[in-house]
């Protein structure tokens, strides 16, 4: 199957949400300009880091300059569920994050997820080295790319870290997940808490 790359530019919105119950859900971006959307599937550290990232990238373009905003108007808070309808186009493996200074704007790309063939006979050196892919070539990972003003990466920062604290409360004494009927927590030695 050809490659596909899904270039939605400045979308009209870009935004991380979840389907399911907390425990259980699904991770998904979703980009949408005019009638045209895209979801694809990503892990919750995924989604986690892209914030914190994002967070970073604004903190060192406002030292360099570049007016961001510090906190958003109410008018640029995106609480809306995800859009209909939800078809996962891929699983996302890597995302890349970059400044465009001749715009002022913030790149971010989500390929799919590459799976590996084990009987490959390819030397194990060729493995570690990151590969840059041009959009041209068809056998690349689908890929996702949108550009973001720091006003529209500061909220989907928000939003995202809002998406992740709305799981599973942690467990107040080891920090991992509580599930409703309690965990087996290992600073309690095994008791159920």
């Not at 859900?25 to 892990?43: K, Y």
């Not at 790319?145 to 870290?161: K, N, S």
């Amino acid at each position: 199957m050809s490659r596909r790359i899904y270039d939605y530019g400045l979308p009209d919105r870009f935004v991380a949400g979840t389907v399911g119950q907390p425990g259980n859900r699904t991770f998904f971006l979703q980009a949408r300009r005019g009638s045209s959307l895209v979801s694809v599937v990503l892990a919750k550290v995924q989604v986690a880091v892209l914030a914190e990232r994002l967070t970073l990238l604004l903190a060192e373009v406002a030292r360099l300059g570049v007016s961001v905003p510090e906190a958003l108007a109410p008018a640029d808070d995106d609480t809306a569920p995800l859009d209909e309808p939800l078809v996962e186009a891929f699983r996302v493996g890597t995302m890349t994050l970059g400044w465009n200074g001749d715009n002022d704007e913030i790149v971010v790309e989500a390929r799919a997820r590459v799976e590996v063939d084990e009987d490959d006979d390819e030397d194990d050196d060729a493995d570690d080295e990151e590969l840059e892919i041009a959009d041209d070539d068809p056998d690349g990972p689908d890929l996702v790319r949108v550009r973001l003003t720091p006003t529209r990466a500061r909220a989907f920062a928000e939003r995202a870290l809002r998406v992740i604290a709305a799981g599973r409360p942690p467990c107040p004494l080891c920090g991992q997940p509580l599930d409703p009927t309690g965990h087996l927590c290992p600073r309690r030695n095994g008791y159920v808490h």
